[in-house]
């Protein structure tokens, strides 16, 4: 059972704090650790390799600790200039981490990219913490060898075996991680979970519902952009997103047959959103064909990443 966090601030003396960077293959679990180890929805998550494309903060209290949870982009061989300020961006994270955690998905096993970020990860100084994830998926026995495995290839200051998404061993975790980031005074409010602007979230919410409807390289060739965001006199607030696509043809796939698409898509994301920022949503999205957006830098400094020069 996780301790619930702490009602007051402990004196400063006593308290730690530090950076957790959560790095790993596409679609190991990374966002749904962080969502899990916060307690809230901070970063978004879906079946599709290369969900996450920038660093996304994720902030929790346990005991005496402040956790600041780095979610990165999954690190694979990237080709698109898109790929590499993603997998830049989640390699940078481990250069402030003071604790960094490999996650591997267990049912799948290890792979060329958790191969590639092994091989990278022995240049990395902080305490390295080994989780294997998706443990719902695998029998004991075949997560003992795997742990063994990766073991004498690295030295992990640690292991866990955990389900992100039933939260099996997550509350361990995030216990040993409290216990293992320097002492020092906590760097953001006790009540903030995230460090991004709601704006940040709103859009991922519906870059999210995106690559749920969305099939093949469709998904990955759009990005949200949330463009105006007034708060109402009735406390409802009005937001208005633009999807960027690359081609005509996928501006038509996004809206659907008479816009059944974006309206599906929409509701589901204003469902979210709304949740997210426990206010009423109006929400109206945009569909726009801006060719070659993946080259532009005004759209990598809408989502947070460095632009590569080539
Ligand atoms: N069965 C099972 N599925 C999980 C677990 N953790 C995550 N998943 C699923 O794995 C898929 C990918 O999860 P994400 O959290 O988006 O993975 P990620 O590592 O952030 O992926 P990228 O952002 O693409 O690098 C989703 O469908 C999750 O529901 C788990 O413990 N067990
Ligand atoms: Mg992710």
């Not at 996004?254 to 599906?264: M, N, T």
């Not at 426990?278 to 109206?284: I, M, R």
Request: with cysteine.
């Amino acid at each position: 059972m996780a301790e619930p966090a702490n009602a007051e601030k402990p004196a400063d003396a006593a308290t730690r704090c530090g950076f957790v960077a959560l790095i790993g293959a596409p679609n190991a679990g990374k966002s749904t650790l962080a969502n899990a180890l916060v307690g809230s929805k901070v970063s978004i998550v879906t079946p599709k390799v290369q969900t996450t494309r920038a660093l996304v903060r994720g902030i929790a209290i346990e005991g005496a600790a402040q956790l600041i949870f780095v979610d990165t982009p999954g690190i694979f061989s990237p080709r698109r200039r898109l790929d590499r300020a993603m997998v830049a961006t989640a390699w940078g994270s481990t250069h402030d981490a003071d604790i960094v955690a490999l996650l591997i998905d267990a049912h799948n096993g290890v792979h060329d990219d958790d191969e590639a970020i092994l091989r990278a990860l022995s240049d990395v100084r902080a305490p390295k913490a080994l989780v294997l994830n998706k443990v719902d998926l695998v029998e004991k026995p075949a997560l003992l060898t795997l742990a063994q495995t990766l073991n004498e290839r690295m030295a992990f200051a640690v292991t866990f075996m955990i389900s992100a998404r039933s939260g099996d061993g997550v509350a361990d975790l995030k216990r040993w991680l409290a216990a293992n980031v320097p002492a020092g005074p906590w760097l953001y409010p006790e009540d903030q979970i995230s460090d991004a602007p709601l704006r940040q979230l709103a859009a991922e919410i519906t870059r999210e519902k995106l690559y749920l409807r969305l099939h093949q390289e469709l998904p990955y060739q759009s990005t949200v952009e949330t463009d105006a965001w007034k708060e109402l006199r009735d406390g409802a607030v009005h937001i208005e997103q633009t999807i960027y696509v690359e081609r005509e043809s996928q501006r038509k796939i996004v809206l659907g047959k008479g816009g059944s698409a974006i309206k599906a898509i929409g509701a589901s994301a204003r469902t979210d959103i709304a949740a997210a920022i426990e206010q009423p949503v109006h929400l109206f999205l945009h569909v726009k064909v801006r060719e070659g957006w993946g080259d532009d830098p005004e759209r990598y400094r809408e989502m947070g990443l460095e632009f590569p020069k080539e």
